[in-house]
């Protein structure tokens, strides 16, 4: 993603970060569903950028956590594929590394948005059991981090059965006076204030199969509201 407006690396935070200004692609340029096409104002992230700064993040965490056992918990619905592609990605490392990373992996259903609005409040949809997590090595992946409200949350709530040691993967981290200041400790892109679809992410359950992340138009709110 070249020219003005770039996508650029974040050394320190290892993260790349999104400017305000950046446009994204116009939609012919890709293959989309032809049911949302008059839903989105452009493809945001392609999803072999995705892909690629997913085997960048394994890499990341293969080096940090190697020759450990993970129990790795996926936070759904949005991070089903984010999750799915980052397990693979460090399976095929640990393959052909000196490192090695054993996993299993847990899931935990959340809900904090409704319609594009943060409810700011962690939902826990499926009444997981998460003293299972006590005294392990714990990754929690997730999709995007807003205001960091339900992480915080999500951790209080793990921290209560003592984990050996917990990290968070998100793939994408918001730029929002909302923040109260989170970060995880791995993270794909620092995206504006913006409201995105796509790669699992959702607008009322709308949008989890485009492959590319995406913004959705005021067209798509309105015909998917509820």
């Known amino acids: 993603m070249g020219g003005a407006g770039a996508l650029e690396p974040c050394a320190e935070n290892k993260l790349v970060v999104i400017p305000d200004d950046w446009p994204g692609y116009k939609l012919d340029l890709f293959v989309l569903p032809q049911h949302y096409c008059e839903d989105l104002k452009c493809v945001y992230i392609p999803h072999g950028v995705i892909m690629d700064r997913t085997e960048r993040l394994a890499k990341n965490i293969m ?5 450990n056992h993970i129990t790795v918990l996926c936070v759904l619905k949005g991070g089903y594929k984010f999750c799915a592609d980052l397990v693979e990605n460090i399976k095929n490392l640990s393959r052909n590394s000196e490192k090695c990373i054993s996993m299993r992996v847990e899931f935990v259903r959340l809900r904090s948005y409704r319609n594009d609005q943060s409810t700011n409040e962690m939902q826990n949809l499926g009444g997981e059991d998460l003293s299972k997590l006590a005294g392990r090595n714990v990754l929690i ?8 409200r339900t992480m915080k ?4 709530q793990i921290e209560k059965y003592n984990p050996k040691m917990i990290k968070v ?7 929002t006076p909302l923040s109260d200041g989170y970060k995880p400790d791995y993270a794909g892109f620092e995206i504006p204030n913006l409201f995105v679809v796509g790669y699992a992410l959702d607008y009322n359950e709308h949008f989890r199969d485009l492959n590319h992340i995406c913004i959705i138009n005021e067209i798509g709110k309105e015909k998917y509201k509820v």
Do not use: F, H, P, Y
Not at 63 to 67: A, E, I, V
Not at 169 to 175: E, N, Y
């Open 153 to 156: 949350s999500l951790l209080s």
């Open 63 to 67: 080096n940090d956590l190697g020759d």
């Open 169 to 175: 993967a998100s793939l994408l981290v918001k730029r």
């Open 141 to 148: 992946v997730e999709d995007i981090i807003s205001t960091g």
